[in-house]
């Protein structure tokens, strides 16, 4: 089945530093999202982004579908940042099932 | 907010036990998808329906069962549970049939003791 790989699994940055979080997967995919998970448990949607470039804030992401990855860009953190993204993938020919990496914990300290 | 509600938020119960949680899409969104949340299995997908139809499967144990009624709402129901049932339970839901944008909702957390 489709492989969905996040890098780094743990982050940890001081308050106002940038960083970047990567998603591979191993197959073509229609649909991609990131989601943050914060301390409280709660899944919150970022993007929904199979391709291209979309900016909210301080966050942005990339999606390059033919190279296989996705990048979620976090500038000038903030405590509230923390918690664990998940990137999620819908395989282009698959059981209708959204894969998701294993995450990427962040921790920023003030 | 998503405006996918689900209920209960918690809930602990004994091994053996049977429990009912329940999850209300988003205004519009005719698919709902179930999701589990172990320490050790990472999110895994169970069930979807659509319209009241199931439409996929994922892991879902044969102990656990799904329905979708006509107002949309879904009812995930767990039965003979074990103490490796532990987990959050979510709740995702989205406009069509393929996945297109999920909406999660809060989750429900499940102890057995």
């Known amino acids: 089945g489709i492989q969905v790989e996040q890098s780094p699994p743990d982050l940890i940055l001081q308050e106002g530093a940038n960083s970047t979080l990567r998603c591979n997967f191993s197959?073509?995919?229609?649909?991609l999202q990131w989601f943050h998970q914060n301390p409280w448990g709660q899944l919150i949607n970022l993007f929904y982004?199979?391709?291209g470039t979309k900016q909210n804030g301080r966050l942005s992401a990339t999606t390059v579908a033919t190279e296989r990855y996705s990048l979620l860009y976090i500038s000038s953190s903030q405590t509230t940042d923390s918690g664990v993204y998940f990137c999620?993938?819908?395989?282009?020919?698959?059981?209708?099932?959204?894969?998701f990496g294993a995450g990427t914990r962040l921790t920023v300290k003030p | 907010d998503s405006g996918v509600t689900q209920t209960p938020k918690h809930l602990i119960t004994a091994t053996g036990q049977r429990v009912t949680l329940r999850c209300s899409p988003r205004?519009?969104?005719?698919?709902v998808y179930w999701y589990q949340q172990s320490l050790d299995q990472g999110l895994q997908f169970l069930i979807q329906?659509?319209?009241?139809?199931?439409?996929a499967k994922g892991n879902i144990l044969e102990r656990f069962s799904a329905q979708q009624f006509p107002d949309l709402h879904s009812e995930l129901n767990l039965s003979s549970l074990e103490l490796g049932d532990s987990a959050l339970y979510f709740c995702?839901?989205?406009?069509?049939?393929?996945?297109?944008?999920?909406?999660f909702g809060e989750g429900s957390r499940l102890t057995v003791l």
């Open positions: 995702a839901s989205s406009v069509g049939l393929d996945a297109g944008e999920l909406f």
């Open positions: 197959d073509s995919v229609n649909n």
């Open positions: 982004i199979p391709s």
């Open positions: 999620a993938v819908l395989i282009l020919w698959g059981n209708n099932d959204m894969r």
């Open positions: 205004s519009g969104d005719l698919s």
């Open positions: 329906y659509y319209n009241g139809e199931e439409r």
